[in-house]
Nanobody, 111 residues
Framework: QVQLVESGGGSVRPGGSLTLSCTAS????????WYWFRQAPGKQRELVAS???????NYGDSVKGRFTISRDNDKKMTYLQMNNLKPDDTAVYYC?????WGQGTQVTVSS
């Protein structure tokens, strides 16, 4: 009964920044963990970042130091701040919570 909707994707030049957001709705007690995944053409979906209810975070090696995940428990949202974007960051980004997926939002990094 959890529905997730991502927003904030777009096209940027290398070195640029984007902030993705994901909003949860529906009937649920609480979201223990938020996850951001991404999938590039021809590649498997990979975990980008996660954040626990406590605020503990993990990041994929390729985005450490550039991406920051956060959450707002009152608003039932998660955010992914992406800085110093690289062409290899180009992918469809998905949020995940309570074993449910959003529809995805496209991020394209090119010159």
């Amino acid at each position: 009964q959890v529905q997730l909707v991502e927003s904030g994707g777009g096209s940027v030049r290398p070195g640029g920044s984007l902030t993705l957001s994901c909003t949860a709705s529906g009937d649920y007690s609480e979201l223990w963990a938020w996850y951001w995944f991404r999938q590039a053409p021809g590649k498997q979906r990979e975990l980008v970042a996660s954040i626990m209810l406590s605020g503990y975070t993990n990041y994929g090696d390729s985005v450490k130091g550039r991406f920051t995940i956060s959450r707002d428990n009152d608003k039932k949202m998660t955010y992914l701040q992406m800085n110093n974007l690289k062409p290899d960051d180009t992918a469809v980004y998905y949020c995940n919570a309570a074993q449910c997926w959003g529809q995805g939002t496209q991020v394209t990094v090119s010159s």
